[in-house]
């Protein structure tokens, strides 16, 4: 697969990951190394907790949304150089069974005259569920190159 490079890439264009399945152990295991908070790592207190069960950490979700896009090689072969996230949002709670998938749209590519060589790609990741909902919400932004001007690549 060839590089994208900036020039290459269309607002609005869209892409969906595959669906995931989250298991207890992956949300209990996450949890127990960085979120340990009962309602992460604990069945039993989980039960007694504000999410009346068991919940995926949000941490646990953005880091899979991330996995989803890198193995994906949206930009090609182009590497993803992560500049930032925008508006994280975890909007609903992701329980052991729920599947989840990525939605992705490209909403903005940015250029800077200080920085002839890079560009910015902004774009909308949704974690949705099985049910059509939302639960997490960002703006990613990536570095990505622009094509050389000596027309190599």
Not at 61 to 66: D, G
Not at 73 to 82: H, K, N
Request: charged share 25%; aromatic share 8%; proline share 7%.
């Amino acid at each position: 697969m060839a590089w994208r490079y900036l020039e290459d890439l269309t607002v609005g264009e869209t892409w969906t990951s595959e669906p995931v399945t989250i298991e207890a152990a992956d949300v209990i295991g996450f949890g127990s190394e960085f979120d340990p908070q009962p309602f992460h790592t604990d069945p039993d207190a989980a039960r007694a907790g504000p999410f009346g069960g068991l919940i995926a950490s949000g941490w646990h979700l953005a880091s899979l949304a991330m996995r989803l896009c890198v193995h994906a090689r949206l930009f090609g072969e182009t590497p993803i150089v992560g500049v930032g996230a925008d508006e994280l949002r975890w909007l609903q709670p992701v329980r052991a069974g729920d599947t989840v998938h990525v939605k992705r749209e490209l909403v903005e590519i940015q250029t800077f005259p200080d920085k002839p060589k890079r560009g910015v790609a902004k774009a909308r990741i949704e974690l949705v569920n099985q049910r059509g909902e939302v639960a997490m919400r960002l703006y990613g932004l990536t570095s990505i190159p622009r094509r050389p001007a000596d027309g190599a690549g």
